[in-house]
């Protein structure tokens, strides 16, 4: 299994970015997937999921900031977020909690 995030970068404050995470191998398209966050000097931690049936939840920082979907045909999830800010800073990964995977990460940072 291969979970390849990409679409990180350098933002504003306020500004948007929709990080995607292209799943390869023995997984499952309607699998339950997860974004995980990690910040310089601090733990990872869970920011978004979403259940094989589609029931999204948040971490209560990103709530109502944040969306996380997938497109089933592509095997791809996305983590759509708006209005950033320098708390937000950090690598993102995907995760795939059945398989207890994983992606590389793509950098997040959030500057003026």
């Known amino acids: 299994v291969q979970l390849q995030a990409s679409g990180g970068g350098l933002v504003q404050p306020g500004g948007s970015l929709r990080l995607s995470c292209a799943a390869s191998?023995?997984?499952?398209?309607?699998?339950?997937m997860a974004w995980y966050r990690q910040a310089p000097g601090q733990p990872r931690e869970w920011v978004a999921s979403?259940?094989?049936?589609?029931?999204?939840d948040y971490a209560e920082s990103v709530k109502g900031r944040f969306t996380i979907s997938r497109e089933v045909r592509k095997k791809t999830l996305y983590l759509q977020m708006y209005n950033l800010s320098p708390e937000d800073t950090a690598v993102y990964y995907c995760?795939?909690?059945?398989?207890?995977?994983y992606g590389q990460g793509t950098q997040v940072t959030v500057s003026s």
């Open positions: 995760y795939a909690p059945r398989l207890s995977v």
């Open positions: 191998g023995s997984i499952l398209s309607m699998e339950s």
């Open positions: 979403i259940s094989s049936g589609g029931s999204t």
